[in-house]
């Protein structure tokens, strides 16, 4: 699923202010917006966050202003979005078991990030651990 199409630039996106009114957010987070992925933190970007990243990039399309402030304002919107984007992660994981790449035991605990860092505080808790877990699990058996 990588296609390197994000432009990666070391700075904040243009609607920050209104992500951080919205959100508490942590060292190390990045924003897609449009097809520039945001890295304010010169941190690592691996392929499952670029593949979780490019998943916005296309749900954006053409217009990211109007879809930022329907993610930011839309509790259920936002978790429709993250739910594909974490469940292409998901997946993305799982096709690297299935290259030998990756454990089995190791998908586990990827599901279990995912579903943390899904049901945390950075998208208002939107959703339980155990209800992420099952939603990322089904929603990418439903995609293949």
């Known amino acids: 699923m990588i296609n390197n199409k994000l432009e990666i630039k070391l700075s904040n996106p243009p609607n920050i202010d209104k992500i951080k009114a919205k959100f508490q957010l942590h060292e190390g987070v990045v924003f897609c917006y449009g097809s520039t992925l945001y890295n304010p933190n010169n941190g690592q970007i691996d392929d499952f966050i670029l593949c979780h990243e490019e998943v916005h990039c ?15 304002n839309d509790k259920e919107f936002r978790l429709s979005q993250e739910l594909e984007a974490y ?58």
Do not use: C, V
């Not at 296309?58 to 930011?72: A, S």
């Open 58 to 72: 296309g749900q954006q399309g053409d217009n990211p202003e109007e879809w930022w402030d329907k993610y930011l």
């Open 87 to 144: 469940s292409a992660q998901y997946q993305f994981a799982k096709d690297k078991q299935k290259e030998g790449l990756i454990k089995a035991k190791t998908i586990d605990k990827i599901l279990d990030k995912l579903a943390l860092t899904l049901s945390s505080k950075i998208y208002g808790e939107i959703l339980t651990f155990g209800q992420a877990k099952s939603k990322i699990r089904n929603y990418a058996k439903k995609k293949n």
